[in-house]
């Protein structure tokens, strides 16, 4: 089985909202709900979990789920305080068999193609686990806390994290928990994979899958779907 588990527990502080970003409208239809289609007509994808703040259940369960052409049943699962509480929470309401695979997505990614998800999900079959990761194309610097460059750092392994990040539940649940119970805290799911030895693999991704948490994100978004609805 093959779960998708769909992460917007975020307050979107950065977004100078209102409303938290993951329900603005872009193009006429909440960011999440975008997200939510891509995995909703995918034929790879069984079950999907949505994580979002606790207050926001009901909002969500009876404004956004009832959204015309979602089909797969979706279940709301209550998130924590950081995202990595919110993934963990997800994972405990899963509870799923150990070799299923658990395909984690940042609910304001909407651009995720088709052929990256299925490519991220057959690398996970294969290897056990799989990130969709941008290969970095600018020139990057190292700076001090004042801002002087110390040094230029060698972009030619260098590969700028997306999602969905996908693993085998046993693994990835197990990876939480220690994470968890250790007070380990890292900025995405592939870090405790890393941490507990686990190789985890590349499927390259694009920059058309941005991240929306800024003013800023949101008008380029607003391009891409444009982009998106004529191919």
Same mark, same amino acid.
């Given at each position: 089985?093959?779960?998708?588990?769909?992460?917007?527990?975020?307050?979107?502080?950065?977004? =100078?909202?209102?409303?938290?970003?993951?329900?603005?409208?872009?193009?006429?239809?909440?960011?999440?709900?975008?997200?939510?289609?891509?995995?909703?007509?995918?034929?790879?994808?069984?079950?999907?979990?949505?994580?979002?703040?606790?207050?926001? =259940?009901?909002?969500?369960?009876?404004?956004?789920? #009832?959204?015309?052409?979602?089909?797969?049943?979706?279940?709301?699962?209550?998130?924590?305080?950081?995202?990595?509480?919110?993934?963990?929470?997800?994972?405990?309401?899963?509870? #799923?068999?150990?070799?299923?695979?658990?395909?984690?997505?940042?609910?304001?990614?909407?651009?995720?193609?088709?052929?990256?998800?299925?490519?991220?999900?057959?690398?996970?079959?294969?290897?056990?686990?799989?990130?969709?990761?941008?290969?970095?194309?600018?020139?990057?610097?190292? #700076?001090?806390?004042? @801002?002087?460059?110390? @040094?230029?750092?060698?972009?030619?392994?260098?590969?700028?994290?997306? %999602?969905?990040?996908?693993?085998?539940?046993?693994?990835?649940?197990?990876?939480?928990?220690?994470?968890?119970?250790?007070?380990?805290?890292? %900025?995405?799911?592939?870090?405790?994979?890393?941490?507990?030895?686990?190789?985890?693999?590349?499927?390259?991704?694009?920059?058309?899958?941005?991240?929306?948490?800024?003013?800023?994100?949101?008008?380029?978004?607003?391009?891409?779907?444009?982009?998106?609805?004529?191919?």
């Amino acid at each position: 089985m093959n779960i998708a588990l769909i992460v917007a527990g975020g307050s979107g502080a950065r977004m =100078q909202s209102d409303r938290r970003k993951q329900y603005l409208e872009l193009q006429g239809v909440p960011v999440i709900v975008h997200t939510l289609r891509v995995f909703d007509t995918s034929v790879l994808i069984d079950r999907i979990v949505l994580v979002v703040p606790k207050d926001d =259940q009901d909002f969500c369960r009876d404004e956004l789920l #009832a959204a015309p052409g979602l089909l797969k049943p979706v279940d709301l699962v209550a998130g924590g305080r950081t995202r990595q509480g919110s993934v963990h929470n997800g994972l405990q309401a899963i509870a #799923a068999a150990e070799d299923d695979l658990v395909v984690i997505h940042d609910a304001v990614r909407p651009f995720v193609r088709q052929s990256e998800l299925a490519a991220c999900i057959e690398t996970a079959e294969n290897f056990g686990a799989s990130i969709l990761a941008l290969k970095a194309f600018d020139t990057l610097k190292h #700076a001090d806390t004042d @801002g002087q460059i110390s @040094g230029t750092i060698d972009r030619e392994s260098i590969w700028l994290a997306q %999602t969905p990040q996908v693993f085998r539940y046993g693994a990835i649940q197990a990876a939480h928990a220690r994470a968890k119970e250790e007070g380990i805290v890292v %900025t995405d799911d592939a870090a405790l994979m890393e941490m507990a030895g686990q190789a985890v693999h590349i499927v390259p991704g694009s920059r058309w899958n941005i991240k929306i948490t800024t003013p800023e994100d949101l008008t380029l978004a607003d391009s891409i779907a444009q982009v998106f609805s004529t191919i």
